[in-house]
């Protein structure tokens, strides 16, 4: 299964951008690179997806790499409650059944 | 509404019991999930299911079993309960096809006393 590599933890403050790295060398080309975000004391919830072009939604943006073997989720203006566990996962119709979360990124927002 | 609900929410039991956790989802999806999170916060798949397919992840001991009444539901059953069982496990449902988002519930946290 390919894998994510992400940076266990970040500090960012309160209403700056934050860019949020991801690595996965070994993606295939049906993978989907979708990101995830944990609150504490609460179910993994949705941030964005995408393939190869970059995605905007009312959340965040996520930035692909042309080779795709990396990304970015980017928050715009962080809040506080935007600290998280942020997690890349790569999901393709093969892997669905099979994919794992990873260790994520700690998002820490100062204020 | 919530789209995908779990019960109990918390659950503590002796090791050697039989336990289950239902989840339900009203979103109308065809695939359900139960993923298993321990003390490092690692998120791992346990199970992925539709009306066609049961996918299961080799690592998981078969003391552990989904069942599905219906497309609604996906309830995960528990045999002899380990210490090592203790964990918050998440159902979560998503429409076919890796591109669609997935909807996870509040979780369960199991503690095995």
């Known amino acids: 299964d390919a894998k994510t590599t992400q940076p266990n933890s970040m500090e960012s403050n309160e209403e700056e951008p934050v860019h949020l790295p991801c690595n996965h060398s070994?993606?295939?080309?049906?993978?989907?690179i979708h990101w995830y975000r944990q609150l504490p004391s609460q179910g993994p919830e949705y941030v964005i997806h995408g393939l190869t072009s970059n995605v905007n939604n009312r959340m965040a943006s996520l930035a692909i790499a042309e080779d795709r073997k990396s990304s970015t989720l980017i928050l715009h203006r962080a809040t506080l409650r935007d600290a998280a566990v942020y997690y890349c996962?790569?999901?393709?119709?093969?892997?669905?059944?099979?994919?794992?979360f990873g260790d994520g990124t700690t998002l820490t927002v100062k204020p | 509404d919530t789209a995908v609900s779990q019960t109990p929410k918390y659950l503590v039991t002796q090791m050697g019991n039989d336990k289950s956790i239902k989840c339900e989802q009203n979103l109308g999806h065809d695939t359900m999930y139960w993923y298993k999170q321990d003390s490092k916060k690692f998120l791992k798949i346990m199970f992925s299911y539709n009306n066609k397919e049961l996918i299961i992840n080799e690592t998981v001991p078969n003391r552990f079993s989904p069942k599905s009444p219906d497309k609604a539901h996906l309830n995960l059953h528990i045999n002899s309960l380990e210490l090592g069982d203790s964990a918050v496990y998440f159902c979560?449902?998503?429409?076919?096809?890796?591109?669609?988002?997935?909807?996870f519930g509040q979780g369960t946290r199991l503690t095995v006393v």
């Open positions: 979560a449902s998503s429409p076919p096809g890796s591109s669609r988002e997935a909807f």
């Open positions: 070994t993606i295939s080309g049906t993978d989907y």
């Open positions: 996962i790569l999901i393709s119709n093969t892997n669905a059944g099979k994919s794992t």
